[in-house]
């Protein structure tokens, strides 16, 4: 089983709809995790960063982590073209040593 | 503050030469790491360093070495490049529990 999980996609929504990716880890110890957006022939940059159960709100981003259920979401309101890219999730392990990385969900937004 | 920088951005080798990927961050930070990016495979760690002095194995250590020079700089090398290891590059570092920041990546193709 791998540490961090993603559906690699691709995930095509319409323009101005809510996007949602998904994301598991199996290591219960972690505690913080992070979403990056990648785009193509680029280094991942990070939009959003989580580490306690709920939810939290960044502009048109929703981070979700749910430890008892080791799943962190990421939802984008209001989707636009510039949001097609690869979202990838990743949580630190090893003792907050390590960030390790799913393998990344691509969004398309689609006029 | 140039974040982490990595040269070459572009390399072409052949089977069986050498190389050092370079790596240089100015934001003090404690931990760096390389990862490799193939398509479909997401970002796998290939060596980290928690702190200068230190260095640990990541997923994928097999066919590379590094070097932690001092708190800025983290090298790979290949010591004998094959095809397997054609790939984009990617450095990182980060501090405690903090996300991790990314340079522009290394491109290399082993012929």
């Known amino acids: 089983q791998k540490e961090v999980e993603q559906n690699s996609g691709p995930l095509s929504v319409p323009e101005g709809a809510i996007a949602s990716l998904n994301c598991t880890y199996s290591?219960?110890?972690?505690?913080?995790f992070f979403w990056y957006r990648q785009y193509s022939g680029k280094s991942p940059e990070l939009i959003m960063s989580?580490?306690?159960?709920g939810d939290k709100e960044d502009g048109r981003f929703t981070a979700q982590l749910n430890k008892a259920s080791q799943y962190v979401s990421l939802l984008i309101r209001d989707s636009q073209p510039s949001d097609s890219a690869t979202y990838l999730c990743?949580?630190?392990?090893?003792?907050?040593?390590?960030?390790?990385f799913g393998t990344g969900t691509q969004l398309k937004v689609e006029l | 503050n140039a974040g982490v920088t990595q040269t070459p951005k572009f390399q072409v080798l052949k089977t069986g030469q050498s190389m050092t990927l370079q790596c240089a961050q100015d934001?003090?930070?404690?931990?760096m790491y390389w990862y490799r990016q193939d398509p479909g495979m997401g970002l796998r760690l290939i060596y980290y360093s928690a702190s200068e002095g230190t260095t640990d194995k990541g997923e994928v250590p097999n066919g590379y070495n590094v070097s932690r020079l001092n708190k800025r700089e983290f090298s790979l090398r290949l010591e004998s490049a094959a095809p397997s290891q054609t790939s984009v590059y990617f450095c990182?570092?980060?501090?405690?529990?903090?996300?991790?920041?990314f340079g522009p990546g290394t491109r290399l193709l082993v012929l």
């Open positions: 934001m003090n930070h404690n931990s």
């Open positions: 989580i580490y306690s159960n």
């Open positions: 290591d219960r110890v972690s505690q913080s």
């Open positions: 990182a570092s980060h501090f405690s529990t903090e996300t991790q920041y």
């Open positions: 990743a949580a630190l392990t090893g003792g907050g040593n390590k960030l390790t």
